[in-house]
């Protein structure tokens, strides 16, 4: 049977990045992709799994909301009892929510129209954040941090933030949200929200507004790093421990259901 005839369906899950070297298959390190397509092979008795996420995140980064798609040899009957069966299986730091036959052609990456990340700071140390958020026990203007994030939100060349070598053919991202947000008393989470995003981009962002907030770079110094387009002129990227991918959206999919017809 060719393979472009098999059935596709979207997995939905998250992820603990503590343990694994990001979402894609690595050559010589553990993955969130090649653990899961193991278990799919096992649950669905195939030889073999090919999956396809939604984007790739960096070693150590997590996600509370990722897609990926595969094809099945045949018709999954139980998608609720082979979701049930994934999690048995597979490791605590991974969970599947969900599974459902999408279109043959629908594809969570190309397809995905926003993307959305959280990146959480704390400034007092706690044990109970370690590994889930970045600690920072230094001041930090947030009123000026802010107001060089909305720097960020228009749709232009984001070359200022991305990392070298991540082969995508064009460094422009449609912006659409950037804003801090206190969670706690010593809690801060910045929440950033494109249509696509460069490699490393949000890590690099957080760091070069940190150096705002730690009155290194102005609010107007923002908007030169912006366009000069030169990764040098921005700030470190900051730890992976503190971001989420947080939201992916797609155009069939309204309140976490298929509404395209597969007929």
């Known amino acids: 049977m060719d393979e472009q005839l098999w059935p ?3 997995i939905s899950l998250s992820y603990d990045g503590s343990a694994f070297h990001g979402w894609q298959r690595q050559p010589n390190a553990i993955s969130v992709q090649e653990v899961l397509e193991a278990a799919l092979c096992k649950i669905l008795r195939q030889e073999k799994v090919i999956s396809v996420g939604c984007g790739r995140t960096d070693t150590g980064v997590h996600a509370t909301a990722f897609y990926a798609h595969f094809n099945a040899f045949e018709e999954i009957e139980d998608t609720t009892q082979t979701v049930f069966r994934l999690n048995q299986l597979l490791p605590h730091g991974i969970a599947i929510h969900d599974i459902f036959k ?12 926003e993307r959305g990340y959280h990146y ?12 889930r958020s970045m600690f920072y026990p230094y001041e930090l203007d947030f009123e000026k941090m802010n107001q060089a994030a909305q720097l960020l939100v228009f749709k232009g060349d984001f070359s200022s933030f991305c990392k070298s070598g991540g082969g995508q053919k064009t460094n422009i991202c449609d912006v659409r949200k950037a804003e801090w947000t206190q969670v706690g008393e010593h809690q ?3 929440h950033i929200v494109a249509d696509r995003f460069l490699r490393n981009m949000v890590r690099a962002v957080v760091g070069t507004l ?8 102005s609010v107007e110094g923002m ?3 912006i ?3 030169k990764r040098g002129a921005a700030g470190d990227s900051v730890h992976a421990c503190g971001l989420y991918l947080t939201e992916v959206n797609y155009p069939y999919i309204k309140n976490k259901q298929y509404v395209q017809n597969i007929g």
């Open 8 to 10: 596709r369906y979207f």
């Open 102 to 113: 999408v279109g043959d052609k629908d594809h969570t990456r190309f397809d995905a129209t």
């Open 120 to 131: 959480y700071l704390h400034s007092k140390k706690d044990p109970f954040l370690y590994g």
């Open 188 to 190: 801060w989470v910045f």
């Open 210 to 217: 940190i150096e705002v907030g730690r009155g290194k770079v």
């Open 223 to 225: 908007k030169e790093i």
């Open 227 to 229: 366009d000069l387009q």
